[in-house]
């Protein structure tokens, strides 16, 4: 029993070293982005905005920049620098197509910037991310599992505490 315990937790450890391109390309396009919106203000034939100004190109390339860096971090560590340097790049960039697609889908679903769309808000990065990496690295379905739990974990998680200190003003 504790040596399943201990397999679950090292899984965990390592899920999250692994999709932290991701994560971090997430937070970065964030916390760096504003600017020009990836749509360029353009609307869809429904009449609404193909993504919305929350998808911007600095947050899109910084935020691929700070997953590839991360990533090559890894690959330093791990001993191959350019397998590092390709996970980071498709973790980073994968993650933020699939946050695009996801602002895409709420628009045709008439959600507005910032409501929630529960599910959509946590995934559709990891979706992109996994999509993208899956070019390069066959994961195990088990980490894959793995990785939606912790990440829907860690997004509800963050977003709560984000909105306790006052940096967002919705708790999702």
């Given at each position: 029993?504790?040596?399943?315990?201990t397999n679950v937790l090292n899984m965990s450890?390592?899920?999250i070293y692994f999709m932290m391109p991701a994560?971090?390309?997430n937070v970065s396009a964030l916390s760096f982005?504003?600017?020009?919106?990836?749509?360029f203000g353009r609307y869809?034939?429904?009449g609404r905005r193909i993504i919305g100004d929350g998808v911007?190109?600095?947050?899109l390339i910084i935020g691929t920049i700070i997953g590839t860096f991360f990533g090559s971090i890894q690959g330093i560590i791990s001993g191959n620098l350019l397998e590092g340097l390709l996970i980071g790049l498709f973790l980073g960039g994968g993650a933020l197509i699939g946050d695009a697609c996801g602002s895409f889908i709420k628009r045709r679903l008439k959600i507005q910037r910032g409501r929630p769309a529960p599910g959509l808000d946590q995934l559709d990065f990891v979706i992109g991310a996994l999509l993208f990496a899956s070019i390069i690295i066959v994961l195990p379905l088990e980490m894959?599992?793995?990785i939606v739990i912790i990440t829907m974990i860690l997004h509800v998680s963050a977003n709560i505490i984000a909105y306790?200190?006052?940096i967002k003003e919705v708790w999702y």
């Open positions: 029993m504790n040596t399943d315990i450890l390592y899920v994560y971090l390309a982005g504003g600017g020009k919106p990836v749509d869809f034939i429904d911007t190109w600095r947050g894959i599992l793995l306790l200190i006052g």
